[in-house]
């Protein structure tokens, strides 16, 4: 029997159904060619190639497709706004897209409420958010529309921190709301040519007087070194590429891949602790291959903070840089690696802390920037901590520097010291002379003094090696660095699975 559901070859569609699938034609980049070829002329993607880059293919679901702008006499496919779910190597997400060619973008009265509405399904479900934020604020045509100045946008995506994994990319131009919106995202990713601002040109120039393009309001390099964007691409596609990779971390477990050579890890720290060398390259060597994603690389430079995997789990790692100031921690560093332990505690997500640290800096230049406030807000961050904590200190760890960086009080879930680890209370250098004031000022003959002073800082360091430290218990164990990462793995198998929550643990500082 046929089925009677199914249409004969020369039947007809229905006028009101006709008129509905003619309208959602009339969204479709096909549908808008002129405007479409100019977004690519621009050397940019549509909103819509956005999406289909950013989720599974065939996954997402359109929300608001036919909403048309409120004020009279204006047209725009969607109202300049594409959103819906869909998913990202399988899981659910919620993603919301700014559409440059309708209006630059721009958020009005009819696409602050789809928005509010997808951000308000995300909240009740708990999904990671994806914000393609390319777009000139608000579009002023709206601003005699009463539901305009009422929008919950920045609200409701303000609760989302702490609940949900939310990310923010800016390919071109995101001046106002859309900036706003990258600044509350938990990761900003913006290209290279990218330009963001809290207002754009026209409004700076009626508060300051200066006409300026976009690009010269807030170019991404500025924001990369002002700790505003976490990650750079090269481009659109690059940018959905790291947004996707960002999301992978927060999905649990994946299969384990080989270890990179662990031997070179026994020569990576230098015998000389005056010669510098790159942190990163104990992470790689560390975290499985290819697994290492640094966040605000250029700002903050002090410490490094990389989300990373290690047997396939994963971890956040938070590590002295001694590449810059010698590794002693300032007010950015300190900044920038507190948010990330609140990421990471936020998102259960366990912390390793590599420690190779002079200290706090100090001095009257260092006391403007607020590092009193700075520092304690990263100690309280790993104080407050709920995922466990490990430690590995690969050479210094010296006065309140290493209390912040994973010692005893902060109870790691295992305390791990290399060869080359030296512990102090202080620098032993400044120590030996107020230790020995009094030994040190009845020396007349400066040369003799320097030697004598010599001496002493030499006596202390012996004390204070990896291995004398780790005689008194100072180190759960001092091992051999090719042995780390089977140590670190077999610690983690020792964490608990994190309880499945309702609600959110904490919200993460924007900044």
Not at 215 to 233: F, R, T, W
Not at 239 to 268: E, I, T
Not at 269 to 296: H, N, Q, T
Not at 478 to 506: C, E, H, N, W, Y
């Amino acid at each position: 029997m046929d089925n009677p559901l199914q249409k004969s070859p020369d039947s007809q569609v229905r006028e009101g159904l006709q008129a509905v699938l003619d309208a959602h034609a009339a969204t479709t980049d096909a549908a808008r060619k002129v405007a479409v070829d100019k977004q690519h002329a621009r050397g940019r993607c549509t909103a819509r190639e956005g999406v289909a880059q950013l989720l599974d293919e065939g996954s997402f679901v359109e929300y608001g497709g036919l909403a048309k702008p409120a004020t009279k006499g204006m047209e725009g496919a969607a109202d300049g706004l594409v959103m819906g779910t869909g998913k990202v190597d399988g899981k659910p997400v919620v993603i919301v897209a700014y559409d440059y060619t309708v209006y630059a973008g721009t958020q009005s009265a009819v696409n602050h409420g789809k928005i509010s509405r997808m951000f308000q399904y995300a909240e009740r479900q708990r999904l990671p958010v994806l914000c393609w934020l390319d777009g000139g604020g608000a579009r002023p045509h709206d601003m005699f529309i009463q539901s305009m100045s009422m929008s919950t946008t920045f609200v409701t995506f303000s609760r989302l921190s702490g609940l949900a994994p939310t990310v923010g990319i800016v390919p071109g131009r995101a001046f106002a709301g859309h900036a706003n919106l990258a600044g509350l995202s938990d990761c900003a990713i913006a290209t290279k040519n990218a330009s963001m601002g809290m207002a754009g040109p026209p409004l700076v120039e009626a508060a300051l007087g200066m006409k300026l393009t976009p690009e010269e309001i807030g170019p991404a390099e500025v924001h990369m070194k002002a700790g505003s964007i976490d990650l750079m691409a090269e481009d659109d596609a690059d940018a959905c590429r790291l947004a996707r990779r960002y999301l992978s971390y927060f999905s649990g477990p994946v299969a384990p891949v080989p270890a990179p050579d662990q031997q070179k890890l026994r020569d990576l720290v230098p015998e000389s602790p005056r010669r510098a060398y790159d942190v990163r390259k104990v992470i790689e060597g560390l975290a499985d291959a290819d697994s290492v994603l640094e966040l605000k690389p250029a700002w903050g430079r002090a410490m490094v903070t990389s989300l990373a995997r290690i047997d396939g789990r994963t971890v956040g790692i938070v590590a002295n840089q001694p590449m810059f100031l010698g590794g002693a921690m300032d007010s950015p560093a300190c900044a920038k690696s507190a948010r990330f332990v609140e990421l990471c505690d936020a998102y259960d997500i366990p912390i390793l802390l590599l420690c190779d640290t002079p200290g706090l800096m100090v001095g009257p230049e260092i006391e403007k920037t607020a590092l009193v406030r700075h520092s304690a807000r990263l100690l309280s961050a790993l104080a407050n901590a709920t995922v466990p904590l490990m430690t590995v200190v690969l050479r210094k760890a010296y006065g309140l520097g290493y209390y912040i960086m994973g010692s005893r009080p902060l109870h790691p879930a295992i305390l791990l010291a290399w060869p080359t680890a030296e512990f102090g209370g202080m620098g032993l250098e400044g120590a030996a002379s107020i230790i020995y004031k009094a030994e040190l000022e009845a020396i007349a003959d400066p040369a003799e003094r320097a030697e004598a002073h010599r001496a002493y800082t030499e006596e202390l360091k012996a004390y204070n090696t990896s291995l004398r430290v780790g005689e008194r218990f100072g180190f759960d164990d001092v091992i051999d660095p090719v042995d780390t990462r089977q140590i670190l793995s077999a610690t983690m198998d020792t964490f608990p699975t994190p309880p499945v929550r309702s609600t959110k643990k904490l919200t993460i500082a924007p900044i």
